[in-house]
């Protein structure tokens, strides 16, 4: 065990259209995109979901807590699962 001290690792993971859903914040409406998921130091993961305006326009892309769902926790769960595999494959700086 090497005495680099990581924090967390993350990655992004679009939801896709048949499982997004729309929250609000501040009287503005919200379509949630994608989903920022973060291994933890204890390996547990943890997961904000993040959204445009659903009016259109330059709207800050804005963070949600994640609907808790067997779809969305299994999306979850099976890109942690890929982005596993892919961290253990990289191929260095280029």
């Known amino acids: 065990m090497s005495d680099i001290d990581i924090n967390a690792l993350a990655f992004n993971v679009s939801i896709p259209e048949h499982l997004r859903w729309r929250d609000e914040r501040r009287g503005e409406e919200f379509e949630l995109q994608s989903i920022t998921v973060r291994l933890l130091a204890d390996g547990s993961l ?48 280029g």
Request: no cysteine.
């Open 46 to 93: 943890a997961a904000k979901a993040y959204g445009r305006p659903v009016a259109g326009g330059r709207g800050a892309y804005v963070s949600f807590a994640v609907r808790r769902s067997a779809e969305i926790d299994a999306l979850i769960t099976e890109a942690a699962t890929e982005a596993s595999h892919r961290w253990a494959a990289h191929a260095g700086l």
